[in-house]
């Protein structure tokens, strides 16, 4: 059984919809002010205890990146345990990650990428006036403390048609987790091992990650945050272009998402949206590709979702070990409907992975799956929707008598910074705290 009461809930509850959140990074100037902030925000911190109850909709979570648990004074031994990914950190890994262009860390947002942020603070409530109240007290937690400098701030809020800014719903597919009490939203998918999401626990390839020393990985996971502009008058201007019909528009968007805006998938539905199926959460994630669709006619190989997670499709490889737990929230103000024009504003997905593999889950699945398609045999294809398609990509769907190829597939998402984190067990962050080095 997983030690509920020592993971952190941000873990491994799904957010609440409708959501307000925000993401505070802070800098770490002074070893014993360090120490003292994690300390108290011990005391506000949630655990994934009670995982169902509607009080756990709203969470305090903290993650350190590897620049933090150097300024907190973490031994060299360690710092050596975690995973080398994690110790390099998002910034170095950029190239191998797609970011490059107007994506390359040199245009990042600062502080991100910068080695400034040391630790990130996430509050996930249903509103914003719960938001606040979970925010105050992790605000005295750093309030009036000299040697720790708040650097940053992003707040996310579900916008007023509950999707992400490109319009469809989002938030609907989880793994389950073996141990975790909180269900699965693929009743096909047999629950993952626990240790794919949380150290200390077997994974789906036998092994258990262990860190030195064993308390400070011990129901601790590996946090990816990533703050990703999204150009939406650009993705209208290419729906519009590129079809006859709103109609064939809606379709086209369909067949590179792999479901509709509605959130109901082609797999259920290939012709027509079923917006109660695409709300209904029991049905509208209950489905599977090879059997029914090997070659892509309904879902495109390409997809979004379906490059993400490949599910029981053929593909070279095993899908299974490169599932991940994302937790995305929306920024910005909504581009009104219909607006085909870029308004100037800045909006997006602040992007979040969650899991105990950085290498094998989140690079894996932004270097060969999205930002490549040989593992399905789609050659150099990118993803239609998030590949870094900054030289005009191409995007295959699948059709009798002949396949449609569209080419110069604009760059519709931008990164604009990120880091990798860790999101310590509860009795971690007390270790961390009661540090004498
Ligand atoms: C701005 C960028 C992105 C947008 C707008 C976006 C949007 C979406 C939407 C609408 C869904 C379907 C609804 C759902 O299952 O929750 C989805 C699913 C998914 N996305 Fe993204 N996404 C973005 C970036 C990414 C990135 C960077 C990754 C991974 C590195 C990723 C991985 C996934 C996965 C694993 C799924 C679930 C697939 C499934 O199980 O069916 N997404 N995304």
Redesign the pocket.
């Known amino acids: 059984m997983l030690e509920l009461e020592d993971i952190q809930s941000g873990v491994l509850r799904p957010r609440p919809t409708p959501y307000a959140a925000t993401y505070i990074a802070l800098r770490i100037d002074e070893r014993d002010a360090g120490r003292e902030l994690i300390r108290r925000t011990t005391r506000v911190i949630t655990s994934a205890a009670n995982p169902t109850s509607p009080l756990a909709d709203t969470s305090v979570s903290v993650a350190l990146t590897h620049e933090g648990f150097k300024a907190l004074g973490v031994p060299q031994e360690s710092l050596d345990s975690l995973s080398w990914e994690f110790r390099q950190g998002m910034r170095a890994r950029a190239r191998d990650l797609g970011d490059t262009g107007e994506s390359a860390p040199d245009n990042w947002e600062a502080p991100l990428g910068t080695g400034d942020v040391h630790v990130v603070i996430v509050v996930v409530s249903p509103d914003e006036e719960r938001l606040e109240a979970a925010l105050e007290p992790a605000r005295k937690a750093y309030r009036q403390m000299s040697g720790i400098e708040a650097i940053w701030r992003q707040n996310c809020h579900a916008l007023p048609t509950e999707t992400?800014?490109?319009g469809?719903?989002?938030?609907?597919?989880h793994p389950a987790i073996e141990g975790s009490g909180i269900p699965g939203s693929n009743p096909k998918e047999e629950p993952l091992k626990a240790g794919e999401f949380v150290l200390g626990y077997p994974d789906e390839m036998g092994g258990v990650q262990k860190t030195v020393p064993d308390v400070l990985g011990r129901n601790g996971t590996y946090v990816v945050f990533?703050k990703?502009h999204?150009r939406v008058a650009e993705f209208r201007r290419f729906l519009k272009s590129h079809s006859e019909s709103p109609e064939a528009e809606e379709l086209m968007a369909a067949k590179m998402?792999?479901?509709w805006r509605s959130?109901a998938p082609l797999a259920l539905c290939p012709f027509h949206d079923d917006p109660t199926l695409g709300a209904d959460p029991k049905r509208n994630?209950d489905f599977v590709f090879q059997a029914d669709d090997p070659a892509g006619f309904k879902t495109p190989c390409g997809s979004?979702?379906r490059r993400?997670?490949p599910r029981d499709a053929r593909i070279a490889g095993m899908a299974r070990i490169h599932r991940?737990i994302?937790r995305?929230t929306a920024y910005g103000p909504l581009l009104p409907e219909g607006v085909l024009e870029d308004d100037g504003n800045d909006r997006?997905?602040m992007?979040a992975?969650v899991g105990a593999h950085i290498g094998r889950q989140?690079e894996f699945?932004?270097s060969e799956w999205?930002n490549d398609g040989i593992f399905f045999g789609g050659g150099d294809d990118k993803d239609p929707?998030?590949g870094s398609n900054s030289d005009g990509g191409w995007f295959t769907v699948p059709r009798k008598p002949v396949r449609k190829r569209f080419q110069g597939i604009p760059h519709f998402?931008v990164t604009r910074g990120g880091e990798y984190c860790f999101m310590p067990g509860l009795r971690a962050l007390r270790w961390l705290a009661d540090l004498q080095t």
């Open positions: 992400e800014p490109f469809f719903r989002d938030g609907i597919s990533r990703l999204q998402m792999g479901r959130g994630n979004h979702i993400t997670n991940m994302r995305g997006g997905l992007f992975f989140f699945v932004q999205i929707i998030t998402v």
